[in-house]
């Protein structure tokens, strides 16, 4: 089996090496938690609000990438995901438990402030074009659009993951008629979704310093995130 990088790109390009025992470790890599003060509430509650000053833009899309999401927010994230994971477990797929462990825990989703690519839980379950005994389980869009990564369950109980340009299990996308997904393009990018998560964490990590560089200025009791 060939391995790949997260984007889709042949591994033999990639220098990193990826930590021992990465499935019982991965949520360590998670990016480090970032205090919520009220200037960033008030920020983000601004910028969500459309109350947009041109001088504190930046600052304002900061603070509302990193604000946490509301309840009802994660409810939903995490009611979508169990009725899809009944239906893929009910067809004789599983689940990965890293990935079950992620979307249900609030406060490490809140914690993945990636600046274009989030969580996202398919409307419903498609197969594999290509492969009809495999199940695609859609996990994480590009915010823009450009790319989105899905699940790649197999029936013998293993996964991969693997990307595609569309999204697929989503036909609110295409109102009006069903769209000719036999003709998408699918890439393997990960042998497991915790080798995908990995490389998340790193870049939402990046992404944070950035954010609190946005935000120091704002603060005058010294906070630095």
């Not at 990193?66 to 309840?71: F, L, N, V």
């Not at 915790?194 to 935000?215: I, P, R, T």
């Amino acid at each position: 089996m060939n391995r790949v990088r997260w984007d889709g790109l042949p591994l033999e390009e990639n220098t990193v090496e990826l930590p021992p025992n990465l499935e019982e470790c991965i949520f360590d890599h998670l990016p480090k938690p970032i205090s919520i003060t009220p200037v960033i509430e008030d920020l983000a509650e601004r910028y969500l609000g459309g109350q947009l000053v041109p001088q504190d833009y930046i600052a304002m899309q900061a603070a509302a990438f990193i604000r946490p999401s509301a309840p009802e927010v994660h409810q939903k994230r995490r009611d979508t995901f169990h009725a899809r994971a009944a239906e893929a477990e009910a067809q004789g797929f599983v689940i990965p438990n890293v990935f079950r462990q992620l979307v249900e825990t609030d406060a490490w989703v809140d914690r993945l402030h990636h600046n274009c690519i989030w969580m996202e839980m398919p409307e419903e379950l498609w197969r594999l074009p290509s492969n009809l005994d495999s199940l695609v389980f859609l996990a994480f869009t590009e915010g823009q659009g450009c790319c989105n990564w899905h699940l790649l369950l197999a029936p013998d109980g293993t996964h991969s993951m693997v990307s595609c340009e569309h999204a697929f299990g989503m036909p609110s996308h295409w109102p009006g008629h069903v769209p000719d997904y036999s003709q998408w393009t699918v890439e393997r990018c990960a042998d497991s979704i915790e080798e995908w998560l990995y490389h998340y964490f790193q870049e939402s990590a990046e992404h944070d310093v950035g954010y609190v560089k946005h935000l120091r200025p704002y603060h005058t009791d010294g906070w630095n995130g």
